[in-house]
């Protein structure tokens, strides 16, 4: 086994994304609509491997780079193996993550013990304080009675680990697909899913790298470019 490479920080803003490497770029792909921007790949071990993209995050408040570092497995098997020796090339990293989204098929129960078993290496190794984490259901199925079981467990471990569970699309839906993914289409006990609570939980986060805007002045260009519209 050949000593892997260490990630290169670029600032101090930086999430952890782990799961299968296609969803997992697939996730962040749709999130920001393309604009991410890979920083490097670092193959790490034969099944495993660390892509950095990087996005310019824009709010009414504040501006900065976030460094997303995808550390998937390749194969479609147990997430979890060769964890332990792939999260070595975050060893200069840990104290600068602010959260972790866990990615992973909803429909597949060994994906989502592959990600307990990662949840709680995390937790118990103390490496981060993580402002946020969640774990991302992906393509969730047509609830029926099997899935319905399946969300309720996902629901009773989000509440007992303090972590959120999101479920998540891979592409957009139209009102007639829509319908045909309930479980997208109508959240009667969630606010929002998806991609916009993706996006609210990453830019709500207390990044330490940022640069203030003066929101006053957007709200003022705002208001004359309503104003402007009326006309």
């Given at each position: 086994m050949h000593s892997p490479k260490m990630a290169v920080l670029s600032n101090n803003n930086n999430v952890l994304i782990l799961g299968n490497s296609k969803n997992s770029i697939s996730f962040?792909?749709?999130?920001?609509?393309?604009q991410s921007k890979q920083r490097a790949n670092t193959v790490i071990e034969k099944?495993?491997?660390?892509?950095?993209?990087?996005?310019?995050?824009?709010?009414?408040y504040y501006?900065?780079?976030?460094?997303?570092?995808?550390?998937?497995?390749?194969?479609?098997?147990?997430?979890?193996?060769?964890?332990?020796?792939?999260?070595?090339?975050?060893?200069?990293?840990?104290?600068?993550?602010?959260?972790?989204?866990?990615?992973?098929?909803?429909?597949?129960?060994?994906?989502?013990?592959?990600?307990?078993?990662?949840?709680?290496?995390?937790?118990?190794?103390?490496r981060i304080e993580m402002e946020?984490?969640?774990?991302v259901g992906l393509n969730f199925a047509i609830p029926n009675k099997k899935q319905l079981q399946l969300r309720k467990l996902y629901r009773d471990w989000e509440?007992?680990?303090?972590?959120?569970?999101?479920?998540?699309?891979?592409?957009?839906?139209?009102?007639?697909?829509?319908?045909?993914?309930?479980?997208?289409?109508?959240?009667?006990?969630?606010?929002?899913?998806?991609v916009p609570r993706v996006l609210e939980m990453i830019q709500c986060v207390a990044w330490p790298d940022i640069?203030?805007?003066?929101?006053?002045t957007h709200a003022v260009t705002e208001d004359r470019q309503s104003i402007k519209n009326k006309d």
């Amino acid at each position: 086994m050949h000593s892997p490479k260490m990630a290169v920080l670029s600032n101090n803003n930086n999430v952890l994304i782990l799961g299968n490497s296609k969803n997992s770029i697939s996730f962040l792909q749709r999130t920001f609509k393309d604009q991410s921007k890979q920083r490097a790949n670092t193959v790490i071990e034969k099944n495993s491997t660390l892509n950095i993209f990087q996005h310019s995050l824009t709010t009414k408040y504040y501006t900065c780079q976030v460094d997303f570092f995808c550390l998937s497995n390749t194969s479609n098997s147990d997430l979890f193996s060769d964890f332990e020796d792939s999260l070595s090339v975050l060893d200069g990293a840990w104290g600068s993550l602010q959260g972790v989204i866990f990615v992973f098929d909803p429909n597949d129960i060994k994906q989502f013990a592959s990600v307990r078993k990662q949840h709680d290496f995390i937790v118990q190794s103390n490496r981060i304080e993580m402002e946020f984490s969640a774990f991302v259901g992906l393509n969730f199925a047509i609830p029926n009675k099997k899935q319905l079981q399946l969300r309720k467990l996902y629901r009773d471990w989000e509440i007992k680990n303090n972590i959120e569970y999101i479920e998540y699309a891979l592409k957009e839906y139209s009102d007639a697909q829509a319908v045909r993914q309930p479980s997208l289409a109508s959240q009667s006990d969630m606010e929002t899913t998806d991609v916009p609570r993706v996006l609210e939980m990453i830019q709500c986060v207390a990044w330490p790298d940022i640069k203030l805007t003066n929101h006053k002045t957007h709200a003022v260009t705002e208001d004359r470019q309503s104003i402007k519209n009326k006309d």
